[in-house]
């Protein structure tokens, strides 16, 4: 099926030329993926020219000259005319089925909250990744769309989070866990033992379970749960974590083939479309696996399947 | 220098096997080690009985019946007569000078608090492990001595840390950092912002200097600072996260010559006394490691210099 990914070609630490290298990966990869590069005219021509003349016409050009820097406020993203909100504003007037960007994360979701508008019922979107774990990939959320959590956004976004497991990795009964720091009863903070009671006493989406507690051990690892919910602050510092962990794993001991990796795009869940944001620090490969995602995603419905299971739960709650 | 070691028999997955192992490996190692044994009189008998007979005058006893599991409350370690009470007790009558408990983290920190007393000015004490880095050890807190921080208490765990890396690692000026998403200004939840603007106002004590914010991939790898402080929980969840990141790289790439991993003990800092907490799962030698620890700890007069801190750093903010 043809999908359309609009690219923003600004975003990013290694903007645009990562961009570029990643979008040309992307169209060689994927006969049936159409983008629209968002950014300054002449960088989106040499994607064009590098192109062999036949794959021309699947490559639209949107100029834009404005970029968010990471030391931008995130605001800066919808206040002026930046590649982010133009590559927003394409799936608003239909020229775009998904959008990604390595741009700062906090434009990006600011940018998809204002153009996008939030799913029905849902208050905060969350930042989603998958992680690859021993035997089975973990799903991590939220990395930093919001910071400050309460009981009901954990609760939101362990829905959401089952929603998209069941949907991105084909899971029949999604097993979703509770980030704390001991799976003993009264243990963790007082935000995760509020949480804990409403996960325990509500059903849960797309034929999910809730499993309680685990640990940061378990995100890394894998094992307890196939969704891990936790606010902004903690699953970006753990993502960050296992990072440095694997390039200290890399650098004392040359572990190199395969690599140890976090994964290099998340996925924004809870707004009206399909919305992929990769590292800052992404390569060329990367730029490329995160087109792909976003296409698959568009491919498997996914913003339609996150908008039934906010409902379902928003239902589920009211009725508790 | 003799130095008196209280050990909790009965603390730990493995208790008491594994701590007898690591007694007997740490008088072994350290010609100038007493020890008092705090457990059941039969299983201290066997360390006894272990020992050359030369050694066997370094050991002493205290029979103690009752252990606190893992899921009881933190409270039974100070209602009942517990091995972890009667180890810290130890320390109070001047019969040891510092202990070590593979127990539940939460009894020991309660015991402690209860037993010693907290440093002046201290509100919170905070449990802190040296992690190896890529060239640096990297010193964080907490690690869930407590679950719910303020700015205050992360201001003053930054001075304890500080103070610990001076003494632990022997730093002349140890470089301090907040733990948050994003180093830029204005990033970070408003916990950490409320933090940063104290922490960048008043001076640290042991000639430690305040680096700013730093993110998780710098506590594995290390580099812009010595010491990262954060909440409790946090602390605890990138602890466990950045062990599994090791448990994944073993377990993949067969990784193990040196082995990654991460701290097995750690140091409650801010009470009267000198108090080491092993990992729950902790081995034969990570129990010796951690008496090791303990031993160095009390040698280098810890709890006096991080009592100086302590006074230090409540002039200042009194100043401030």
Known sequence: VA?????????????????????????GTDPDLFLLLVG????????????PPQD???????????????????????????????????????????????????AAV???????????????PALAATLPGLT????????????????????QHAALGAAYASVAHDLAAPRVGLLSIGGEEGKGDRLRRAA????????????????GPVEGYDVALGGPADVVVTDGFTGNVLLKGIEGAYALA???????????????????????GTVVVCHGAATGPDVASGIGLAARLHRLDVTSRLAAAARAQTVAEVRT
């Open 250 to 272: 890399t650098g004392h001991h040359r572990v190199s083939d395969p690599p140890l990796t976090v994964p290099r795009a998340a996925t924004l869940l809870g707004v009206g």
């Open 136 to 155: 089975r990939p973990v799903v991590l959320l939220d990395l930093g769309a919001g910071t400050e959590a309460t009981a009901a956004v954990l609760v």
């Open 110 to 124: 600011t940018a998809a909250v204002h153009g996008l508008g939030r799913l029905p019922g849902v208050r905060r």
């Open 56 to 106: 021309r016409p699947r490559v639209a050009v949107r100029g834009v000259r404005n970029a968010v820097g990471m030391a931008d406020s995130p605001l800066r993203a919808v206040r002026t005319d930046t590649t982010v909100r133009a590559a927003i504003a394409a799936i608003v007037d239909g020229r775009a089925d998904a959008v990604v960007s390595a741009g700062a994360s906090g």
């Open 3 to 27: 999908v359309r990914i609009a690219v923003d070609l600004l975003g990013g630490d290694g903007a645009p030329a990562v961009v570029v290298d990643g979008a040309l990966r992307a169209c």
């Open 40 to 51: 300054p005219t002449e960088v989106a021509d040499e994607v064009v020219a590098a192109l």
């Open 196 to 211: 804990d009671t409403v996960l325990a006493g509500i059903p849960m989406p797309a034929g999910a379970v809730y499993v």
